[in-house]
């Protein structure tokens, strides 16, 4: 595409840049003053959210490639380090450029069918423009994320949407299956293949023909069934147990994971060739906490699915009741949402409206236990409050080395709190690597609970 009458602003301040984005959007934004870490991040997603959507290309004079790959996770275009390579700039922007063209004059489903998906936040977005691309393709897709963040809800939307709609939507729970009977549950058996198999049976990849076959959980797949599964990806073709004869099944695979496979590809717990056949297309469902602004909807909507199940009155909430919720850091996510709603709605009795009270124990002492902090931490003594004794008066190298070890040590109990002592997910939220994380804990004598999300 050609791009001859491209126009250029230059601001010189962040500042000066969300006051120009919502002055005049753009379609890409150059960003040269990021710095690494959550609150480079925050500045990432708050340009993306300006009223262009712009793509925005990252030019920093740091290479930390924890903060690279975590920022092209979170939406943005490129990465490069400064002093960048002209045409590698240029060129960047041009395919930025010929990408949004190619998004304003792509033919879209007349609607998209959400299948329950609710929300409106930027994260959430992508992933729904993501899950429209994967519908009208036939490609594997890998749907990641955390427990409850609705991973079944998108496999099924990208079914629905596709051209195998009329097909079989067929579901493999791989946690569910006992290690002994998963061949013979996936690809069928025959008659006398094993002792109690008393007649022939259809696998879930026969029931999956002409339809879309997903597997939930797959980093649960015994690795002895992984490489059994891989040829069936390759070929479409399988034996059932006991059988002599090869079988055909034209089915599209979608696998959902709440697991770090490519950690398990690195202990071989996983095969890294089964991975590269399941990501054809990868989407990445952000977790609730970072997609607060879809709170308020989501509360709307299960207040009154709820009421209507329960054959009672809608029920309204208030302002402060909203705000806790938006507080707090769900790790549950929308399936803890769910039911924190009902329990709220239970608790509620007769009352037309809801309020923090209403809300479990647990909650309400989490969201106690941070507002007390808020509160007392202005007040505590501040690395900067020195002893005027001339005798004990700290030099200038003493003075910063305890200053910036009082601030690692606040706002690495905070990190692992926020957390829970999830270090994959802490590592996310403060931009730094594991190693680095480690080192740090271990310099403060600051415990790490656990390692691996649940």
């Known amino acids: 595409m050609g791009h001859s009458n491209v126009e250029m602003r230059i601001v010189q301040s962040l500042a000066a840049a969300r006051e120009a984005l919502y002055d005049e959007p753009q379609d890409v934004v150059i960003l040269g003053c990021i710095p690494p870490g959550p609150a480079g991040l925050e500045c990432l997603n708050e340009i993306r959210r300006t009223p262009g959507r712009p793509e925005v290309l990252l030019l920093t004079d740091h290479g930390d490639p924890e903060f690279a790959e975590i920022a092209i996770r979170s939406g943005a275009w490129s990465y490069m380090i400064k002093p960048p390579v002209t045409g590698d700039l240029v060129k960047a922007v041009l395919r930025a450029l010929d990408h949004r063209e190619e998004r304003r004059t792509r033919r879209q489903p007349v609607a998209l069918k959400r299948n329950g998906i609710l929300g409106d936040s930027e994260a959430l977005r992508r992933c729904l423009d993501q899950l429209a691309q994967a519908a009208v393709s036939d490609s594997s897709v890998l749907i990641s994320g955390e427990t409850g963040t609705g991973k079944e809800l998108f496999a099924t939307a990208i079914h629905e949407n596709s051209p195998r709609s009329s097909g079989a939507f067929v579901v493999v729970d791989c ?3 006992p290690e002994a009977l998963v061949e013979s549950m996936l690809f069928g058996h025959e008659k006398g293949a094993y002792t109690s198999a008393d007649s022939r049976a259809e696998g879930l990849v026969t029931q999956a023909h ?36 090869e079988r055909i099944s034209d089915f599209r695979l979608v696998s959902a994971t709440n697991r770090d496979l490519e950690a398990m590809v690195l202990n071989g717990t996983f095969r890294k060739d089964l991975l590269f056949r399941l990501r054809a297309i990868n989407i990445e469902l952000p977790p609730l906490r970072n ?68 809300l479990p124990t647990h909650i309400r002492a989490r969201l106690a236990r941070h507002s007390v902090m808020e509160q007392v931490r202005p007040e505590e003594p501040t690395p900067h409050k020195q002893s005027l004794d001339p005798e004990n008066f700290p030099d200038i190298r003493e003075f910063r080395d305890k200053a910036m070890a009082d601030l690692e040590v606040m706002y690495l109990g905070d990190l692992m709190e926020l957390t829970q002592g999830d270090i994959p997910r802490a590592c996310e939220v403060s931009g730094l690597s594991r190693a680095r994380l480690y080192a740090l804990l271990k310099k403060y004598g600051l415990s790490k609970e656990r390692e691996q999300v649940s």
């Open 175 to 177: 946690a569910a299956m």
């Open 210 to 245: 002409k339809g879309t076959l997903f597997l939930d959980e797959v980093g649960e797949l015994p690795l002895a069934i992984q490489k059994s599964f891989l040829r069936v990806l390759e070929g479409h073709t399988y034996r059932p147990v006991g059988g002599a004869i």
């Open 291 to 358: 997609s607060v602004d879809d709170i308020n909807e989501l509360t709307c909507n299960f207040i009154g699915r709820i009421c209507d199940r329960m054959g009672i009155s809608r029920k309204g909430f208030s302002t402060d009741f909203l705000e806790a919720l938006e507080k707090y850091e769900w790790p549950g996510n929308v399936r803890e949402l769910i039911n924190t709603i009902e329990y709220a709605i239970a608790a509620a009795g007769d009352a037309p409206a809801l309020f923090p009270r209403h």
